[in-house]
């Protein structure tokens, strides 16, 4: 847990961000910018996703199928934001010490999340065409 | 000096209304959403535009570009940490009405 509060305080204090490693190229902290805010804004579009499915769904056959839906999408856009504001950090990081950028696991499983999800839904929407 | 030919800070000044505008697109869903009009709702939707208003602030030198190059430190944190907020008022919006 210590880690983690850490890191929020990291997230927070940037000078101490500045004071690691020397200053590169403002076009490379510029890049780690702007991947951060497409980052947040594919959650915020999981985000909007979910609350539209919260308010927009009728109330579907499958008992909370509606709700399920809305909050797995809230938590998955959730988890995105907090994560892109983790990994800009880490990036920024990695850029002053000249180090390796850290690799993440997290946009393959992401990716895989939502393929399963889909599917799952595809499923759904044929069973009751069938049924 | 030569002007950058990439456009970066452009772009990257663009990028931050991009995203601004998606966070407000999420507070303006979250305030229909608590439309629905009880007491607890409203809580939610003050929640959310108080958290969009501090967001619109902090990041406000980032996207318009008044002012020094530097933003405020605080907009990379809170910015996410306001689209998370804005989730967790939809988990609770639609927790509460299972009851």
């Not at chain 1, 902290?29 to 805010?37: G, P, Q």
């Not at chain 1, 939502?114 to 599917?119: H, P």
């Not at chain 2, 929640?47 to 570009?65: H, Q, S």
Request: a positive charge; proline letters at 4%; aromatic letters at 6%.
């Amino acid at each position: 847990m210590g880690g983690v509060w850490e890191a929020i305080r990291r997230w927070f204090d940037p000078r101490e961000l500045r004071s690691v490693g020397t200053t590169p190229d403002y076009r490379f902290s510029l890049a780690n910018e702007r991947t951060f805010l497409a980052w947040l804004r594919t959650g915020l579009a999981l985000i909007a996703g979910g609350l539209a499915a919260a308010q927009f769904l009728p109330k579907l056959p499958l008992a909370h199928l509606r709700e399920v839906i809305s909050v797995a999408l809230l938590l998955l856009g959730a988890t995105v934001a907090v994560r892109a504001v983790d990994h800009w950090a880490r990036t920024e990081r990695a850029i002053r010490l000249n180090e390796e950028l850290p690799a993440s696991r997290f946009p393959a499983v992401l990716a895989l999340i939502v393929a399963i999800g889909a599917l799952l839904l595809v499923v759904a929407v044929l069973a009751r065409g069938v049924g | 000096m030569t002007r950058d030919p990439g456009l970066q800070p452009e772009r990257t000044r663009l990028a931050w209304r991009r995203t601004l505008l998606a966070l407000t697109g999420v507070t303006v869903l979250e305030i229909r959403l608590a439309l629905a009009g009880h007491a607890f709702d409203a809580v939610l939707a003050g929640l959310a535009v108080t958290a969009w208003l501090a967001t619109l602030l902090v990041d406000w030198r980032r996207a318009t570009g008044a002012g020094p190059r530097r933003g405020h430190r605080w907009s990379f944190p809170l910015t996410a940490l306001a689209a998370a907020g804005m989730a967790l008022l939809g988990v609770l919006h639609v927790l509460r009405g299972l009851r």
